[in-house]
């Protein structure tokens, strides 16, 4: 193997020599609408999720969760439960092991933890939820009832267990060492001075994570070796996390993650795998532990509350001379996550002045954490809703007074866009749509007992990427190649669109590659997150598949008609062969410059450059929102019956996928517009509905058919011109029901979800 011996492409080329990365402009399987290739054995069964992996003398792990938000134990009495029928043992502060806190995300490199709180290391309890004993038993049905027979006491403590107290002690929140903060003139007095301003508060309720597949961890020490078979998002930062709570070299782990069941952001590290391990520690024996429904709400983190003022100050002709958006978030004093909802507005429209600004304020709850599309999910709510209010003051159409808005660069920043068509998502969007049906006067429009509105909004999210996603391509004599990474697939589509990536950068059809990710055995550190994980390995790709020209021009012989020439000079060449860019008749085969040198495979290894093109480019995925609600003027329900999102993501790397990523965001933030709302019990901060019967998130029942479109232009600055599309979908929804359900009855609801009892009294 060999390891990187030419200069990676500059960041804003991509391609051999400073030219642009070649896959912009070919077709191909770039764009093909490629099924899943791992979907056969999803539909079969055949794909082993964290939970399913047998192992010989495997215990199963019941959690026991405290009562109240803080305080002291002074009776944790076990001793029925180790009784009970199966018990092997029950696991409290007590008896578990010496464990390290654990590193909190963003606060290092690999760090993975939800906070950093002791786990299970004395009697001190931190919030309405926290696990207090495990109980492995022979069975999942024996733990499940050992843990019933439990019983605890408790000495509370003072606790801070409702927003309203917890914003009296609001402090300046910073995100990945950055102040949420920026300001430019004096916005105050400029919406003071506007003659057409709206100003109002907004707010979004906590939302917990429903990822379909249970969080759930199947581990195995052996020695000083753990295995784990998780639903990590991260594996590397899984393992390396681990590695720090139990005192041992991220060597010693081995984190498996091949299939995941949705991930959205919260599938980390939290109580549960450190517990799981902890155990089976303790008990020496593998043990598998599934958090119950219940358990995924009190364990692990989800996207938190905000309350934001947004208050635009614009001319008769729309045009912005103030724009705020201040507000706050609540979060622990044990997590460096402050929900950043300022993100949209640093970027989407040119303003006069300029203030925005996020205060934190910490409670006494379950961690928050990132959960799809964070800052921009319910940043993009307030900011969306209120551009819709102003619209109709000054009387102009919602879009134009976007338009009119429009920056001709980031506004935050100086920097130029890399490649900004918002406009145009809008103008196809709102044609296909129809949105010039849309009446401007509310309540215009009714059939029967139903008010019928249309609404628009935004969406964009930032395009990221990272420098960690070192790959390891091998190329076989059969012409066949192998890429591996531990990357991750949450359903999202990533191994299929790789292999599509790959085939078509290397010249070889779809079934002569293998793409392996979801191990840490494998190279690189990416985490799937921030929809960062294509452009992340494709960059990556595209410099191992430089090296791998760099070494086949080694061993071809002096009679090849690539004999002498340099790397620059030369590409991959549909067929599986090296040729000579702008020659391509000049052209040798894989299967043939191996075959002469009598070689049965050739492996390179080479990691992406850091993200560079982000100094020089205010780079965002952008879209258009449009909804159609029909609301009961008896029952004030709200009915999405037309939905389309216009999107422009750069190239659009498969078809089929997108649409799905796309619609799959769309369908969250019905969710979060219409339905999902965590309630926390304000007298001692516990989650009242932890289960899907109370805890609403859209059915079939309540999604109507919803069209994507997309504007498919390719962002030069990225690797095969695209952006990332994971989150994207999200963002600016619950502002285009709002701005519908607003056309439709003229109620302004500006705390979500948006309930029949907010509608009802006006109707
Ligand atoms: Mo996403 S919230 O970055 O998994």
């Known amino acids: 193997m060999s390891t990187t011996t030419i200069a990676p492409p500059a960041p804003d080329t991509w391609g051999p020599a400073g030219k642009p990365d070649p896959l912009i402009g070919r077709r191909g399987l770039i764009g093909a609408p490629v099924s899943r290739l791992d979907g056969p054995l999803k539909v079969t069964g055949a794909a082993r999720f964290a939970a399913e992996f047998p192992m010989p003398g495997l215990l199963y792990a019941a959690l026991a969760y405290s009562t109240i938000p803080k305080g002291r134990l002074t009776v944790l009495d076990v001793s029925v439960a180790e009784s009970a029928p199966g018990v092997v043992l029950v696991m409290t502060y007590r008896n578990a092991p010496r464990m390290a806190r654990g590193p909190v995300f963003l606060t290092a490199e690999k760090a993975l933890a939800g906070d950093d709180l002791p786990v299970m290391q004395d009697d001190q309890i931190n919030w309405n939820g926290q696990p207090i004993a495990v109980v492995l038993a022979e069975t999942q049905e024996q733990a499940d009832h050992a843990k019933s027979l439990i019983r605890a006491t408790y000495a509370p403590a003072p606790a801070i267990t409702t927003f309203a107290e917890a914003k009296t002690h609001a402090y300046q929140a910073s995100f990945a060492g950055h102040d949420l903060a920026s300001a430019r003139g004096d916005a105050e007095a400029a919406l003071a001075a506007a003659p057409f301003k709206v100003d109002s508060i907004y707010r979004t309720p906590f939302h917990s994570h429903n990822a379909l597949e249970l969080y759930a961890a199947t581990l195995a020490w052996d020695g000083d070796e753990l295995t784990v078979h998780d639903c990590a998002q991260a594996v590397s930062h899984l393992a390396w996390s681990l590695a720090q709570i139990f005192g041992i070299d991220e060597e010693q782990i081995h984190v498996s993650a091949p299939f995941v069941g949705g991930g959205f952001g919260g599938k980390t590290l939290w109580q549960h795998q450190i517990l799981g391990a902890a155990a089976a520690k303790l008990a020496g024996r593998p043990v598998r532990v599934v958090l119950s429904r219940e358990g995924v709400y009190r364990v692990t983190g989800g996207r938190t509350m905000t309350e934001q003022r947004v208050a635009i100050g614009a001319q008769a ?28 507005a640093l970027c989407l429209y040119s303003a006069g002045t300029v203030k925005l600004n996020v205060q934190a304020a910490d409670m006494d709850m379950l961690a928050n954490t990132f959960m799809r599309a964070p800052g921009e999910a319910v940043g993009t709510f307030a900011l969306e809703c209120a551009i819709d209010e102003l619209a109709e003051q000054i009387g102009i159409d919602p879009i134009e007074l976007r338009i009119r808005n429009e920056p001709d660069k980031d506004p935050a920043l100086g920097t130029p866009f890399s490649s900004r068509h918002i406009i145009e998502a809008y103008r196809s969007g709102a044609e296909r749509f129809g949105w010039n049906q849309r009446s401007r006067r509310p309540g215009a429009r009714r059939e029967g007992e ?18 960690g996603g070192a790959v390891r391509l091998t190329l076989g004599k059969d012409g066949h190649a192998k890429v591996s990474v531990a ?117 390179v290894e080479a990691s992406a450059p850091p993200p560079d093109e982000l100094q020089q480019w ?24 037309r939905f389309l999102g216009s999107f422009d993501c750069g190239r659009i790397l498969n078809a089929k996928t997108a649409a799905s990523q796309f619609r799959g965001g769309i369908i969250m933030g019905l969710g979060l517009a219409l339905m999902e709302e965590t309630l926390l019990d304000e007298h001692n901060g516990r989650v009242m509905n932890p289960s899907l019967a109370e805890y609403h998130v859209p059915v079939h029942m309540d999604v109507p058919k919803i069209d994507v479109m997309w504007t498919d232009i390719p962002d030069p600055r990225t690797p095969m011109g695209a952006h990332g599309i994971g989150e994207i979908g999200i963002t600016g929804v619950g502002a285009a029901v709002a701005n519908a359900v607003y056309n439709a009855t003229g109620t302004r609801v500006r705390d979500l979800p948006i309930t029949l009892d907010k509608l009802l009294a006006n109707l």
């Not at 139903?450 to 395009?463: D, F, M, N, Q």
């Not at 292999?499 to 494998?522: C, K, M, N, W």
């Not at 952008?622 to 009961?632: K, L």
């Open 618 to 641: 205010s780079m965002h995925s952008y879209g258009a929102q449009f909804c159609e609600v029909r609301v009961s003027a008896v029952t004030g329900e709200t009915r999405v019956s």
């Open 487 to 603: 990357a991750h697939e949450m359903g999202m589509g990533t191994a299929t669109v790789q292999t599509q990536v790959i085939a078509e950068r290397l010249g070889l059809p779809l079934d002569h590659v293998t793409f392996s990710y979801g191990d840490t055995s494998l190279p690189g550190v990416v985490l799937a997150g921030g929809s960062q994980q294509t452009a992340s390995i494709g960059a990556a790709v595209i410099a191992a598949q430089r090296e791998l020209v760099a070494e086949l021009l080694k061993l071809v012989r002096v009679d090849s008609p690539l004999a002498g020439l340099a790397p620059d000079d030369v590409g991959s060449m549909p067929g599986g062969a090296l040729g000579k860019l702008d020659e391509p008749e000049r052209s040798e085969s894989y299967v043939s410059i191996l075959a002469r040198a009598r070689r049965d495979e050739l492996t």
């Open 317 to 344: 002709d729309g045009r912005f001379d103030a724009l705020i958006q201040t507000g706050t978030i609540a979060k622990t004093a044990h997590n460096a996550m402050p929900e950043p909802f300022i993100s949209p």
């Open 450 to 467: 139903w008010l019928i509105g249309l609404g628009c909004a935004t969406a964009t999210y930032p395009y990221h990427r990272m420098a």
